[in-house]
């Protein structure tokens, strides 16, 4: 993989007791260390024009008058100091980069992973929340629609935080031109998220959220990939496929209830990198949550490897109960004749 990295995402730093810290970049960065082929780029930081193709321009300007005013309390959560507009543009500019590399592709280059910082799913179109400033993934995605040098008509984004990206929903939920799908966990923040979101006007279909129950595990969210989402969006047929890979479903993240393996982050890397070669997309990882952070850096890791030749070990049981009718109901909800027995 080529993983997209600025060290002013450092800069950044809402105080050491807010999970959201530097240290999460510094340990993948030194987990990462201990692989082969490991390449990083850095990328131009973006600009307000880019960032408000998909959020409010007033909204933009305010947050870097804030950062420029020295920071502070956005909300209860969301924190900034003078240097994070600088992080931010950097950030953003990472994950356009990661959609321009991965659109590239055909010259050979490596899949691109952009681990930028401040992440971005929560920022809906006129305010921060969650950590969030700019929705990353949100602008990458409008960047590769606008961009002459790149024929997109269609991009998907997967969001696979534990939490549910109501940013990334806000932003495109009424739109034909990108289709959203999250999995997280039900009833987490911010509380977004359920089945019958999907979508409104040019939009209704284009959204897909799963939210699954507390103690799911590795089989559910694997039932869940192969077969709502990858029914979903082969009919969607994308030119971009961009994955908002937060790594706080893991079960030893502090803050959620999902029970993830590492392993199950190479398993679903492994499905998309298969879907978007069955539909002929391109690929491209953006990082977002993730606050254990020994897993956080294993979890990053496995991903690099299963781009690397390492095979994933597949879970030796089909999906359990849990998750069978939550998978059922977004089945339902989108149309889909779904084998969920296994």
């Given at each position: 993989m080529r993983f997209g990295y600025s060290e002013t995402c450092l800069a950044h730093d809402p105080g050491s007791r807010h999970p959201e810290t530097p240290d999460r970049l510094r340990a993948i960065r030194e987990r990462l260390k201990k692989k082969h082929g490991v390449e990083y780029v850095d990328a131009d930081p973006c600009e307000i024009d880019t960032m408000a193709a998909v959020h409010d321009r007033e909204y933009i300007e305010s947050v870097e008058e804030?950062?420029?005013?020295?920071?502070?309390?956005?909300?209860?959560?969301?924190?900034a100091?003078?240097?994070?507009?600088?992080?931010?543009c950097h950030s953003t500019g990472l994950a356009c980069w990661a959609a321009e590399d991965a659109l590239e592709g055909a010259t050979g280059?490596?899949?691109?992973?952009?681990?930028?910082?401040?992440?971005?799913?929560?920022?809906?179109?006129?305010d921060a929340m969650g950590f969030c400033?700019?929705?990353?993934?949100?602008?990458?995605?409008?960047?590769?629609?606008?961009?002459?040098?790149?024929?997109?008509?269609?991009?998907?984004?997967?969001?696979?935080?534990?939490h549910h990206g109501n940013g990334t929903q806000d932003i495109f939920y009424d739109r034909a031109d990108v289709f959203f799908v999250s999995i997280h966990e039900q009833g987490l923040y911010p509380g977004t998220g359920a089945v019958d979101e999907t979508g409104e006007g040019d939009g209704a279909g284009t959204t897909m959220n799963i939210p699954m129950p507390a103690g799911t595990d590795d089989?559910?969210?694997?039932?869940?990939?192969?077969?709502?989402?990858?029914?979903?969006?082969?009919?969607?047929?994308?030119?971009?496929?961009?994955?908002?890979?937060?790594?706080?479903?893991?079960?030893?993240?502090?803050?959620?209830?999902?029970?993830?393996?590492?392993?199950?982050?190479a398993l679903m890397t492994d499905r998309f990198r298969t879907l978007a070669d069955e539909t002929d997309a391109a690929l491209a990882f953006i990082l977002e949550g993730g606050y254990g952070l020994d897993v956080l850096a294993d979890s990053v890791a496995i991903v690099h490897e299963t781009f690397d030749g390492r095979e994933p070990i597949e879970p030796d049981a089909d999906c359990g109960e849990k998750a069978e009718s939550a998978l059922s109901a977004v089945a339902d909800a989108h149309g889909l004749d779904l084998n969920l027995d296994g």
């Open positions: 804030f950062c420029a005013d020295g920071g502070g309390s956005w909300d209860p959560d969301t924190t100091v003078e240097e994070t507009w600088d992080a931010i280059r490596k899949t691109p992973f952009s681990i930028g910082r401040p992440p971005g799913h929560h920022a809906v179109y006129d400033f700019v929705n990353n993934a949100a602008v990458a995605a409008q960047h590769a629609l606008d961009a002459d040098a790149y024929d997109v008509g269609r991009v998907a984004i997967v969001d696979w935080d534990v089989r559910e969210y694997l039932a869940a990939v192969e077969g709502p989402i990858t029914a979903a969006l082969t009919e969607y047929d994308p030119d971009l496929l961009l994955i908002s890979a937060g790594f706080d479903a893991h079960r030893h993240d502090p803050i959620s209830r999902i029970r993830l393996s590492t392993e199950a982050y």
